[in-house]
């Protein structure tokens, strides 16, 4: 087969007029600064405030990592795509970018499954929380969840780089997705389609499981608190946990899970800025609007100020 390897591909607009350009830089410069904002204030009041020294703080500030690392992996690019009308970018680059959206799109899945067992063992055995979840698990938990994201991902994007690249020289997608970059290969990629497979069901399809099984025994627990008050409390203190959780598993599910057509792609880069963009901005505002010791810590911040 003549094949040549090309060395440089062209990020797509989004499909709109150019007219409105300016506009959505404006927003999404807007939407990347607050997001930013929002996770550092967290990151620091965990840090900081000895009220919040506690577990599920403590892996609040890591997904707030987390959503640092998948929003700025992305954002700044985009950008750059929007107010040029396109973009160019090197097969290197591109599988870099790859790689880290691959690193922190798996650390929110496992850290997420982290935080609902953190929640499950404060819930259903509350007399043995303190002795279980101490700072060596908790220190465990994540660096575990942090490790297997880099491994995991690692694993796919080794098999990615052994590719010849000679297919279109157009990426129809605002971000090195995993689906654009095979699409650009003329090398048989179903070793990496079945490597992809492994890795979403290593860190989506079992945490999400597991996340469920966590929450049918939280809810069991919560339906037999005599007294209203009791139900109303213990809920409230996964109830955050449980929005995040829907939010992003559920775009996850629609891109990566669901079967689409090549017809669908646009809509699939809608989607997609949900979880890139909208969960890392929703994260914080959340967990501050629903959480009693966040707000009453900004409160007293103010107050200071």
Partial sequence: MNWTEATKYVFLNFKHDSFFDPLLFVLFLFIYIFTLTGNLIIILLVAKVQSLK????????????????????????????????????????????????????????????????????????????????????????????????????????SVICQFNFCGPRIINHFFCDFAPILEMSCSDITIAKHSNVVLAILVSVLPFSFIIYSYISIFITIFRIPSTRGKQKAFSTCSSHLIVVTMY?????????????????????????????????????????RNHDIKMVIKKLILIC
């Avoid at 998948?70 to 790689?99: D, E, F, K, R």
């Avoid at 063992?121 to 101490?134: E, G, N, R, V, W």
């Fill in 54 to 157: 506690s577990p599920m703080y403590f892996f609040l500030s890591q997904l707030s990592l987390s959503d640092i690392l998948i929003t700025t992996n992305i954002t700044p690019n985009m950008l750059h795509v929007i107010i040029n009308g396109g973009s160019t970018i090197s097969i290197a680059g591109c599988i870099t970018q790859m790689y880290f959206h691959g690193v922190s799109a798996s650390a929110e899945c496992l850290l997420l499954t982290v935080m609902s067992y953190d929640r499950y063992l404060a819930i259903c055995k509350p007399l043995h929380y303190t002795s279980i979840m101490d700072l060596r698990l908790q220190i465990y938990l994540v660096i575990s969840s942090w490790f297997l994201a880099f491994l995991l991902s690692l694993v796919v994007t």
């Fill in 249 to 289: 598993y559920g775009t996850i599910i629609t891109v990566y899970i669901i079967p689409n057509s090549g017809s669908s792609f646009n809509t699939n880069k809608a989607i997609s800025l949900l979880y890139t963009m909208g969960t890392p901005l929703l994260n914080p505002i959340i967990y501050s609007l």
